[in-house]
């Protein structure tokens, strides 16, 4: 007799997956809402990459450049760094996922943060390997935990610096120290996808740390500071033999035209980058003042984003509603085991009053409590 499965079954762990939910972007009675969820750039793509963008239209029907050459070229020279060892993805998440397809698998364990990107833990269940969290120390990532956290069956060790959702960042030094805890067969990904909003003097993205040695990898992205989410467009730095395995894994055109135009627009225009850091660091000052004037605190942020806290998690979903009422999106982050807090993207100064003026109400009517 047999002894196939009677029906089709997805591979072990599959169905234990959480689905990766995304940021709101609507809501209902409100045309034009305050989109504060997904941490998108408040200026929007810059003209010149809009321009590129556009340019592409009359060539849709050939294929993109399989090997993104003119893109890696541009981010190698805006850089400094050897294109060769630079691989191109459909957003960062791309190249996460085959990090995760190329070094993790049944029997393995990858090793996150407490409240990491939630992508992690769905990175390592769509492989077979289990996800291991480490405890965070006030809402940041532990070197000393992340290091106990090893077994002989971790193959991979996340690190989102700055973190999302929390908005904390580990120093050089301390990625430094990370990277040389960690024994030399597990790949450490640090996933530097706010690197330009960080203005922190001991800040490293992790070129250092890539250049260092042959087991580590940098991912970053240009949906953040380039304003580029739509086009899905990342990108990796890393040692020549990870560069050799992410080209065996990779679909020959995963990148579209339309996201390498863009892209090598974008990574040249740095006056647009330079705006955008600018108007960051200046609004969410702002937005953290004046909300701490409210009593509404939460971790120093080094992205384009605030974690706020609020009595409990019923104040945390009282407040979005109260907001969405306003006009504004802000979004929930239960799902990284933080159901007291939201985070809040830093829009533009129009939107950031809109916040401060929802949560004035809010707290004024005493639902926070």
């Given amino acids: 007799m047999s002894d196939r499965p009677k029906s089709l079954t997805p591979r072990p762990g599959i ?38 963008y556009q340019a592409g239209a009359g060539s849709l029907h050939r294929y993109p450049d399989g090997g993104a050459t003119a893109l890696v070229q541009a981010i ?13 993805g459909a957003g960062s998440d791309e190249l996460l996922s ?16 407490a409240h990491g990107f939630l992508m992690y833990p769905i990175i390592a269940r ?6 291991v969290t480490a405890p965070e120390v006030d809402l940041a990532a532990s070197v000393d935990n992340l290091l106990a956290a090893v077994t002989p069956k971790t193959r991979i060790v996340f690190v989102a610096n700055p973190n999302n959702p929390t908005g904390s960042m580990l120093s050089a030094r301390e990625m430094q120290r990370l990277r040389a805890g960690l024994p030399d067969d597990v790949l450490l990904v640090i996933d530097a996808a706010y690197a330009e909003y960080v203005d922190h003097p001991d800040y490293d993205a992790g070129v250092s740390l890539v250049d260092a040695g042959e087991n580590t990898v940098m991912t970053r992205t240009f949906s953040k500071i380039h304003g580029l989410a739509a086009v899905r467009l990342g990108w990796c730095y890393a040692p020549a033999s990870v560069i050799a ?23 040249a225009d740095t006056a647009h980058v330079d705006r955008s850091r600018k108007h960051n660091a200046v609004e969410r000052k702002r937005l953290a003042d004046r ?3 409210l009593g509404l605190t939460g971790p120093e942020s080094h992205g384009n984003f605030l974690l706020i806290r609020f009595a409990d998690a019923a104040a945390a979903t009282a407040a979005l509603e109260a907001m969405n ?37 809010f707290m004024q009517a005493g639902q926070a409590r």
Avoid at 81 to 88: F, G, H, N, S, T
Avoid at 126 to 131: K, L, Q, R, S
Avoid at 329 to 347: E, K
């Fill in 291 to 293: 909300l701490g004037q």
């Fill in 325 to 361: 009422r306003a006009g504004v999106i802000p979004r929930r982050v239960a799902g990284y085991g933080l159901p007291q807090c939201l985070r809040i993207t830093v829009g533009t100064a129009a939107e950031n009053d809109k916040v401060v003026a929802a949560l004035t109400d």
């Fill in 76 to 88: 190698g020279k805006a850089h400094g760094l050897d294109p060769a060892r630079i691989v191109c």
């Fill in 126 to 131: 769509t492989v077979g390997a289990t996800p």
């Fill in 245 to 267: 395995v992410l080209q065996r894994i990779r679909g020959p055109f995963n990148v579209t035209s339309a996201a390498l135009a863009a892209g090598a627009a974008a990574i």
């Fill in 15 to 52: 169905m234990e997956i959480a689905p990766y939910v995304p940021g709101e972007a609507r809501i209902a009675g409100h045309a034009e809402p305050a989109q504060l969820a997904a941490n998108e750039n408040a200026l929007g793509p810059g003209a010149a990459a809009v321009a590129a």
């Fill in 98 to 113: 085959f990090l995760g397809r190329a070094y993790a698998g049944p029997g393995d364990e990858v090793l996150y943060s």
